[in-house]
C-alpha cells in the first residue's frame, strides 16, 4: 500500500469501516437530522442523526471524499493527538437528481466554539487557545512529502471564495514546487475579471517577490470559531457550561476538513484571518495560535481587493 510520510494511505471507495456503532443512516434518516452547518451555497450540510452519527453530505462537485481521506490521514500521523472525528464510511449515491457524497463520522457531543467564546473567561480562553496550538503544532511537524496538494499527490481543494475563484480544485494536480503553486493559484485570481492577460502577469510579479520559501505543511485550512466542537468532561456532556470547563476540563475536536492538504507554510493563517469578522477579539487570538504571516496576508488582500 502507498505511504506518505510514513503513514498508509489509500482506501477502496465505498469505505466502511469495521467499528460502526449501529447501522448506518438511510438517506430520509439523514435528511431529518438535526442540521449543524450549511454551507451558504447549499452546496453541502451536516447533519447530526441519533446518538452516533454526523453526516457531511452534498453533490459531488462541492463535497470531496479526499476530506474523509485526509481526516483518516491526520488521526494515524499524529497518533490521535489533534482530535478529529472517527470516519465511519465514504460513499457516493446517485439516487436523485445528482450525485451526492457523504462522509459519516462519530457524532461529537458538545458545541461549537462559536457559541461559547464571547462567554468565556480569559483563563479557559487561554486555555483553549493553547490547545488549539498544540494541535496546529502537530499538524505542522508531520513529515511532508515535498509536494503541494491532497494526500496521494492529488489536486489541492480550496473552498474559500475570497482566496479562490473556483470553489473546488485548482487545476487538476498536485504541485512540486512554490512557483508551480502561484502560477495556477494567479490563474485561479484573474478568472472572471477584467484584463485577464495583464493581471496576470502583475499577480505573478508579487507573488514571486512574497509568496517564495514556504515548504508545504500539512494545513487544516478551515480554521474558526466554527469548526471547533467543544465538548465538556463534566455530568452535563453536551450541554457544555461554562463554568465547568475549568473544573472538569474539556475536550476539542476539529471538523470540517474540506479545504486541508499540503499547501504552504503561510495558508494556515491566511486562511484563518482572511474571513474573520470584528465582533469580537478572535482575530487576535488566531495569531497566539499558528504561526503569522503578515505581510502574505497583506498581499492576499491587495489581490482580491483590486480583482
Known amino acids: 500500500m502507498e505511504q506518505e510520510a510514513g503513514i498508509e494511505i489509500g482506501i477502496t471507495i465505498p469505505y466502511f ?28 450540510k451536516i447533519s447530526l442523526v441519533g446518538d452516533h452519527f454526523m453526516v457531511k453530505y452534498g453533490d459531488t462537485e462541492n463535497l470531496s471524499l479526499i476530506e474523509g481521506e485526509h481526516m483518516m490521514f491526520v488521526t494515524k500521523a499524529t497518533n490521535s493527538r489533534v482530535k478529529v472525528p472517527t470516519v465511519y464510511a465514504l460513499y457516493t449515491s446517485t439516487d436523485g437528481e445528482t450525485p451526492r457524497n457523504f462522509i459519516v463520522m462519530e457524532r461529537i457531543k458538545g458545541v461549537t466554539l462559536d457559541t461559547l467564546w464571547t ?31 491532497s494526500i496521494g499527490r492529488r489536486p489541492t481543494i480550496i473552498g474559500s471564495s475570497l482566496i479562490s475563484r473556483t470553489n473546488g480544485a485548482i487545476d487538476d494536480k498536485a504541485f512540486d514546487s512554490e512557483d508551480e503553486f502561484n502560477k495556477a493559484l494567479a490563474r485561479n485570481l484573474i478568472q472572471g475579471t477584467s484584463a485577464p492577460a495583464l493581471r496576470l502577469q502583475l499577480y505573478l510579479r508579487l507573488m514571486n517577490t512574497v509568496l517564495k520559501n514556504h515548504p508545504p505543511c500539512f494545513t487544516y485550512g478551515n480554521f474558526s470559531t466554527e469548526g471547533v466542537m467543544v465538548q ?33 507554510t503561510y495558508w494556515e493563517y491566511i486562511s484563518a484571518t482572511f474571513e474573520v469578522g470584528f465582533d469580537d477579539e478572535w482575530h487576535l487570538w488566531i495569531a497566539n495560535i499558528v504561526p503569522t504571516f503578515e505581510a502574505e496576508f497583506c498581499l492576499f488582500q491587495t489581490l482580491y481587493g483590486a480583482s
Open 232 to 264: 465538556g468532561l463534566g455530568l452535563n456532556g453536551e450541554d457544555v457550561k461554562v463554568d465547568e470547563l475549568r473544573e472538569f476540563g474539556f475536550e476539542l475536536t476539529l471538523f470540517n476538513w474540506q479545504d486541508s492538504g499540503w499547501l504552504p
Open 17 to 44: 469501516a469495521p467499528n460502526i456503532p449501529a447501522t448506518l443512516p438511510t438517506f430520509d434518516e439523514i435528511e431529518a437530522g438535526e442540521v449543524l452547518e450549511a454551507h451558504y451555497d447549499g452546496d453541502w
Open 119 to 149: 462567554s468565556l473567561e480569559e483563563p479557559e480562553k487561554q486555555a483553549i487557545a493553547s490547545r488549539l496550538k498544540g494541535y496546529f503544532k502537530e499538524l505542522r511537524s508531520i513529515p511532508a512529502p515535498g509536494y503541494y496538494g
